[in-house]
């Protein structure tokens, strides 16, 4: 853990120097933003900074702010097990607001804002000459839907001493970012790439788009960078993938001790889904059948499939709670909390499992690998409404089989939810 504590040090003294106010990381839950559920990036908590409804210079003394954000992302949560997905991850990234000044990388005394030219100066001089890795390529803009091409990032590039091979453009769908939700900042990109893998995503905010998906450019151009810190890591210690960095790897002994033949897969979804509980109840969050509790249920029931499938008992979650603790409560004292933490995860986990197993029995009865799409659709509905067991579970179970899953059993499934309901209500 020691080298990701100093990394995170690095970068934010780094910033520091150049006059940026280190503000701590925002809550998981999102204090006052209804477009998300969860904090997804690090810019959320300085979008009213982005727009001008808040005034940097007054709240922070510079116009320039950088963060380690605590993020968690549910796009892919059924991605994860293979090398790169996660849910929650921490997010490195340095912020200017307000009117740009000089943008220039070498002037230590200016706290203005800045633009395209400080923000890739950095990049490069961070990850080169701080942290001594070296970038195989970048990628830029290359205009799309009235968004002009990003001439000024090609040029800084070429400056930097980028070759054009070296210098990749690409159009809305890779270098545009944002917004977070369904409206906010968001602008072109630059983004750098080591080991192949996109380390740093540079946003270049001139944008606020609103809810009908119009661009209007914003007042002032802004800043947002975001780089994971489990990517850096993978790069910074040259492991094989992000699970086998020091930011996992006291979970990994935990969970190879136990059982050392584990498929790789079921590792990464247990470790993954079990630090990203840790962080989501320390923010305040219980397991429920709404929203954002919905999420934090989804993963520990994800997480009590996977400790079942790979044989292990679930008083292992006691121990790899405490690792979690132990490897980042200096830098996130809030999760501190080992009695609350294992106490919500606990009452979940012990209510699920008992479900899981009575469903999988019935389960093994009932579901033939040969039977039709429908006929599983209709008996997959009867394990939910019966025995508890979550469609989204069921679907993990065919996958862990490799049993083929067809739309045709959701199909089938949610005309039977539906038909529940209405009979539920009518009978209410
Ligand atoms: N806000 C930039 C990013 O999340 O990549």
């Known amino acids: ?16 120097k150049r006059n940026h106010k280190i503000v701590p990381s925002s809550s998981l839950i999102p204090i006052d933003d209804p477009s998300v ?20 210079l007054k709240d922070f003394g510079t116009q320039r702010t950088c963060s380690v954000q605590k993020c968690f992302r549910t796009t892919d949560i059924e991605e994860i097990g293979d090398e790169r997905h996660l849910t929650f991850f ?23 804002g800045y633009f395209k030219n400080s923000a890739i100066y950095w990049a490069y001089e961070f990850l080169v000459k701080e942290l001594g890795l070296k970038i ?7 205009g799309e839907d ?15 001493g980028f070759d054009d091979k070296n210098i990749k453009e690409f159009g809305r769908e890779d270098n545009f970012w944002g917004p977070t939700g369904d409206e906010g900042p968001c602008g072109p990109t630059t983004e750098i790439y080591i080991d192949n893998i996109e380390i740093w995503n540079l946003v270049f905010n001139e944008y606020y788009q609103d809810k009908n998906k119009k661009l209007i450019k914003l007042k002032n151009p802004g800043v947002d960078t975001g780089m994971g810190l489990e990517r850096l890591m993978k790069v910074v210690e040259k492991k094989e993938t992000i699970f086998e960095t020091s930011l996992f790897l006291p979970l990994k002994e935990i969970i190879f001790d136990q059982r050392i033949d584990l498929e790789i897969r079921k590792y990464r979804i247990i470790a993954d ?33 996977y400790l079942k499938l790979s044989r292990l008992n679930l008083d292992i979650i006691g121990k790899l709670v405490k ?29 699920f499992e008992k479900t899981l197993m009575r469903s999988l029995a019935k389960f093994d009865k009932i ?43 959701e199909e089938v499934f949610n005309k039977k939810y539906r038909e529940h309901q209405k009979l539920s209500k009518g009978n209410g």
């Open 37 to 56: 559920l969860l904090t997804t990036a690090g810019m959320q908590q300085f979008k009213k900074y982005f727009t001008g409804e808040k005034d940097a």
């Open 90 to 112: 921490e997010m490195l990234g340095n912020f200017s607001f307000g009117p740009v000044g000089k943008d220039d990388p070498s002037d230590f005394n200016d706290k203005s």
């Open 323 to 351: 690792v979690v603790i132990e490897n980042y409560k200096d830098f996130y004292p809030e999760i501190n909390n080992y009695d609350k933490i294992i106490n919500v995860i606990d009452k979940e986990v012990r209510i």
């Open 1 to 16: 853990m020691s080298q990701a504590k100093e990394v995170r040090k690095l970068f934010l003294d780094f910033f520091a």
């Open 136 to 142: 195989d390529y970048v990628t830029i803009f290359k």
């Open 146 to 160: 009235k968004i002009p091409y990003d001439q000024t990032s090609y040029q800084i590039w070429k400056d930097i």
């Open 367 to 409: 579901i033939k690998i040969n039977d039709a799409y429908e006929e599983i659709g209709e008996k997959l509905f009867l394990l939910f409404s019966s025995y508890g067991l979550p469609l989204e579970i069921a679907k993990e179970i065919f996958k862990e089989r490799n049993w083929n899953w067809d739309n045709k059993i």
């Open 273 to 305: 889904h079990l630090r990203g509980a840790v962080f989501l109840i320390s923010d305040g969050l219980y397991p429920s059948n709404l929203e954002r509790g919905y999420i934090l249920r989804r993963i520990l029931r994800r997480l009590v499939l």
